[in-house]
């Protein structure tokens, strides 16, 4: 639960607090890809240290991978939502384009989730392993 729980704080953190006027141009018509890549490059990174603070051994390689992916993944729902997802902010349509933003984010977080569980499995199989001792799983 930790782990959700941090993804979803850092979610909040990137996608409101720390988003600034310049990066709110993604959804311009000129100008707009380094607003959205430096939005979802400061997700990306914040996920690199979530999941460096949550490894038990730190693996640079393993968090890396978690970050790129969220970055890659982060920037793709957000070009989808500024590009074809416009709609009046007074309109239904605008609020469930902003409703599947955050579902799709969200699920996102459950797939990190998910690696990250197979990942703390692989570990403890070889650290397991390198003693000698005979593994199974929960």
């Given amino acids: 639960y930790l782990l959700l729980a941090l993804l979803f704080i850092k979610h909040f953190l990137c996608d409101f607090p720390l988003q600034t006027s310049w990066m709110l141009r993604k959804g311009a018509k000129k100008g707009w890809l380094l607003p959205l890549t430096t939005h979802a490059a400061i997700h990306g990174w914040a996920t690199f240290m979530i999941i460096i603070f949550m490894t038990v051994a730190a693996d640079p390689a393993f968090a890396l991978l978690m970050g ?19 709609a009046d902010f ?43 001792e005979s593994f199974m799983l929960p």
């Fill in 68 to 86: 790129f992916a969220d970055f890659a993944v982060h920037w793709m729902i957000d070009y989808w939502k500024a590009r074809k997802a416009k």
């Fill in 90 to 132: 007074n309109s239904r349509a605008f609020w469930n384009y902003l409703g599947l933003d955050q579902l799709l984010h969200n699920l996102t977080y459950l797939a990190i989730i998910f690696c990250y569980s197979l990942y703390m499995v692989e570990f403890k199989r070889i650290v397991v392993a390198t003693r000698g």
